[in-house]
C-alpha cells in the first residue's frame, strides 16, 4: 500500500485543518477562500459538499449548507472547483459530505471522479463503521482515503475502526454536533491514548475548536487541529470579501499550533 | 440478510457518536422483548390505559354504499391519546425506564405522536422534550397545548422546511449531544436499525388482535388490509401478521397532496428513488442533486419525504402495493366516512379510506378488507373547514 497523500499534511509537525462549504457564498468565492486558506498555513483542505439536511452540523455550517444549495452549488461544480484548485495547489483535499449525494451520483461514478480531480479522501458523518464496507473497496480502487471518525462514546470501538482506517482518524471533540464550544470538556488525552494504542494514522480533533488557545493546547497533544464553523462564521460575516479574513485567521491559528515546537 | 435490514434496505446510517447508544438499545431491546415481566407490564398498560384490544368495527353502511366486499375498520382512533401511536409510545417508554433514562425526546408531524410520548412520560415520571417543525406548531396549535398540559416541552423547528423531516434531524441532534440519561422515542418505523424493528414489533400488536378478529367473524382471511403510509408504522402493524398469508392484498396509501405530477406531494414509493437518509437506505422523495426534496401534503402526519425499510422491502419484492392519494380525495373521504358512519377520522386514516371507497366495489360481496383507521380527526375538523373554505375558530 503506496503512502496517501494525506500522510504529506502532517510532516511539518501539528496540521492544520480548515473546513468550507464548497460554494458558499459563490463556487469561485469558495476557491479563493480555499486558497486563501493555503496561503494562511493550511495543512490540509476539508470541502463540504453541501446537503440540505446535515443531521451532523450545528446551526453555522446548517446555514452555509443551505446558502451554497441556493446559490445553486451541485456535485459537478464542486468537482470542476476542485480541478481549478489543483492547477494552483497540492495542499491534500478531502470531501466532507453525507451518503445520499454520493449515493445519488453513483458511488463508481463519483470516486472516478475523485481521483481523476485530485480529491484525496472522503469524510461521511453518516457512514459508521458498520457501514463503511459498502464503500472500502470503491475508495480504495480510485486512491480515495475513507476517512473515519472516532467520538468520546467510541471507547470499546476504538481498536476496530482503527484497524480499517485510512489517511487520518478524525476525532470527535465532544458529544453533539458541530459547532463553537467555549469549552471541550471530553478528556482529549486519555482518547487520544486509546488511538495511539490502536493505530498509526495521525489522529487530528475536531468539533468546537476556535480559539488560539485550543489550538495551541490540542496542537500539543493531537497530530492535527480541524477547524470548521469558526471559519464558514467568518464567511458568513464577510460573504464575497472573506478570503482576507480567513487568511489572516488560518495564520493566526497556525501560529499558535507552532508556539509549543 | 445482514441484521437490521430488510432486503437490501435499511442499515445504520448515523453519526459515530451514536453508535454506542444505538448498540445498547438493541442488546436492551433484545433482552426485553421475550422477558414475562416486561410484556406483563406492557400488555397490562395496553389493556388498562390504553383500552385494547381495539374494535374490530363492521362498517356496515359503508359496505352498501360502496357495494362490493365488506369493509372492516380497525378502530385505532379508539385508543386513549387518539391514535395508534400510544402502541408504540408505551413500548419505548417502558424500554427506556429499563435502560436507566430518565427523559425522552421525540419528533412529530401532526402532533399525535408528540401528545402520545407526553402521555407516556407523565404516567410513567420521564421528562419529556417534543420538537416540532414551527409549521406544524401553527397547523396543529392545540396538539402544542395539549403536549404541554401533559408537561412536555416542545421546541418549535425553525431549520429547513420546518415540518415533519426538520423535526427528525433536530431530535437526532438532540439525542446526540444528550444520551447518557436521554431516550429517542421514534415514532415510525423508519430510523437507524434498531428502530424499524422495535416500533414495528410493538405496532404489530394492530394485526394480532385484527387476524384474531376477522377469523372470528368471518371465518376466512380478508383479501386486503389497507392502511395510510408516511413512515408508515400504522401500515406494518396491521400488515405484519397478514405478511405470510399470500392471498391477502396489503395496501399503503401514500400522500399526493395536490397530485403527484405537480411536484407538491409526499408520494415516496410513487416518486422517490432510493437514497439514504435518517440512518436508512429506502425510498425518498429526493432531487437530480440527491437532496432531499420539500414535500407537500394536506396531512401533517404524511408530510414525510420518506418510508421505513420494512415498507421499502414489500415494495420491492412486490408484496405490498403502494397508491398515491391527492388530499382532495381524502378529504372527500373524510367527509364520506362522517356522513355514512359517523366517524370523523384523521385526515392520514382518510388516505386508506379513499383508497377502499375505489377498491371495495371492485370485489365481490363476500369477501372482506380491512382499513386500519390510524386516528381520530378532532385535530384536523379546522383544517377542513378552512380547505372548504369555511371560517373555524378554534
Known amino acids: ?261 | 440478510m445482514k441484521t437490521g435490514r430488510f432486503g437490501s434496505f435499511g442499515g445504520q446510517y448515523i453519526p459515530e457518536t451514536l453508535m454506542n447508544e444505538i448498540h445498547a438499545l438493541e442488546a436492551a431491546y433484545n433482552r426485553y422483548k421475550e422477558d414475562p415481566d416486561f410484556n406483563g407490564e406492557l400488555n397490562a398498560l395496553l389493556r388498562d390505559y390504553a383500552g385494547r384490544p381495539s374494535l374490530l368495527y363492521y362498517a356496515e353502511k359503508m359496505t352498501r354504499a360502496l357495494g362490493g366486499a365488506k369493509i372492516y375498520l380497525k378502530r385505532e382512533d379508539l385508543n386513549h391519546t387518539g391514535s395508534h401511536k400510544i402502541n408504540n409510545v408505551l413500548g419505548q417508554a417502558l424500554l427506556a425506564k429499563r435502560m436507566g433514562k430518565t427523559r425522552v425526546i421525540a419528533e412529530t408531524g401532526a402532533g399525535q405522536h408528540g401528545v402520545a410520548t407526553a402521555t407516556a412520560a407523565a404516567l410513567l415520571d420521564l421528562e419529556c422534550e417534543i420538537f416540532m417543525g414551527r409549521e406544524d406548531t401553527e397547523r396543529q396549535a392545540l396538539n402544542v397545548y395539549r403536549m404541554e398540559l401533559l408537561g412536555a416541552r416542545v421546541n418549535p423547528v425553525v431549520s429547513g422546511t420546518m415540518t415533519l423531516k426538520d423535526a427528525v434531524n433536530e431530535t437526532m441532534r438532540e439525542w446526540v449531544s444528550r444520551t447518557h440519561d436521554t431516550h429517542y422515542v421514534l415514532g415510525s418505523v423508519m430510523g437507524p436499525h434498531p428502530f424499524p424493528t422495535i416500533v414495528g414489533d410493538f405496532q404489530s400488536v394492530i394485526s394480532r388482535e385484527a387476524r384474531e378478529q376477522i377469523l372470528a367473524r368471518e371465518s376466512k382471511l380478508p383479501a386486503a388490509v389497507l392502511a395510510c403510509v408516511g413512515g408508515g408504522s400504522n401500515a406494518i402493524g396491521i400488515f405484519r401478521h397478514f405478511v405470510r398469508d399470500p392471498s391477502v392484498r396489503l395496501i399503503g396509501c401514500e400522500a399526493a397532496g395536490r397530485g403527484i405530477e405537480t411536484g407538491r406531494h409526499a408520494a415516496t414509493i410513487a416518486k422517490g428513488e432510493i437514497g439514504v437518509f435518517h440512518g436508512m437506505k429506502s425510498y425518498f422523495c429526493q432531487d437530480d442533486q440527491g437532496q432531499i426534496a420539500p414535500v407537500y401534503s394536506i396531512s401533517a402526519g404524511l408530510d414525510y419525504p420518506g418510508i421505513g425499510p420494512e415498507h421499502a422491502h414489500l415494495y420491492a419484492t412486490g408484496r405490498a402495493e403502494y397508491v398515491p392519494v391527492t388530499d382532495d380525495e381524502a378529504v372527500d373521504a373524510f367527509e364520506f366516512l362522517a356522513h355514512t358512519e359517523g366517524i370523523i377520522c384523521a385526515i392520514e386514516s382518510a388516505h386508506a379510506v379513499a383508497c377502499v371507497r375505489t377498491l371495495a366495489p371492485q370485489l365481490p360481496k363476500d369477501e372482506s378488507v380491512i382499513l386500519c383507521l390510524s386516528g381520530r380527526g378532532d385535530k384536523d375538523v379546522a383544517a377542513i373547514a378552512r380547505y372548504r373554505g369555511v371560517n373555524v375558530h378554534e
Open chain 1, 1 to 261: 500500500m503506496c503512502m496517501s497523500k494525506i500522510a504529506n499534511a502532517f510532516q511539518n509537525g501539528a496540521a492544520f485543518i480548515g473546513f468550507v462549504t464548497g460554494g458558499d457564498p459563490s463556487l469561485a468565492k469558495s476557491e479563493e477562500i480555499i486558497l486563501a486558506m493555503v496561503r494562511g498555513g493550511a495543512d490540509l483542505i476539508e470541502i463540504g459538499i453541501p446537503f440540505s439536511d446535515p443531521i451532523a452540523e450545528g446551526s453555522v455550517i446548517q446555514a452555509a449548507n443551505l446558502r451554497a444549495l441556493a446559490a445553486g452549488a451541485t456535485v459537478d461544480g464542486i468537482f470542476a472547483m476542485v480541478r481549478c484548485l489543483r492547477e494552483k495547489t497540492q495542499t491534500p483535499i478531502v470531501f466532507l459530505t453525507y451518503l445520499n449525494p454520493v449515493h445519488h451520483y453513483g458511488y463508481e461514478a463519483f470516486f472516478a471522479r475523485c481521483e481523476e480531480t485530485g480529491v484525496d479522501g472522503i469524510i461521511l458523518p453518516d457512514l459508521p463503521f458498520e457501514e463503511q464496507e459498502e464503500l472500502r473497496g470503491i475508495t480504495a480502487v480510485h486512491g480515495v482515503d475513507l476517512i473515519s471518525l472516532i467520538a468520546p462514546t467510541s471507547a470499546q470501538r476504538i481498536a476496530r475502526i482503527a484497524a480499517q482506517a485510512r489517511g487520518f482518524l478524525y476525532l470527535v471533540s465532544s458529544m453533539g454536533v458541530t459547532g463553537v464550544r467555549s469549552e471541550i470538556t471530553t478528556d482529549l488525552s486519555a482518547m487520544l491514548a486509546l488511538v495511539r494504542e490502536a493505530a498509526r494514522l495521525p489522529a487530528a480533533v475536531g468539533f468546537g475548536i476556535h480559539s488560539l488557545a485550543q489550538a495551541k493546547e490540542i496542537a500539543r497533544i493531537a497530530d492535527g487541529v480541524i477547524v470548521g464553523s469558526a471559519i464558514v462564521k467568518l464567511v458568513a460575516q464577510y460573504g464575497d470579501d472573506a478570503a482576507e479574513a480567513v487568511e489572516d485567521y488560518v495564520r493566526r491559528m497556525k501560529a499558535a499550533m507552532t508556539q509549543n515546537e
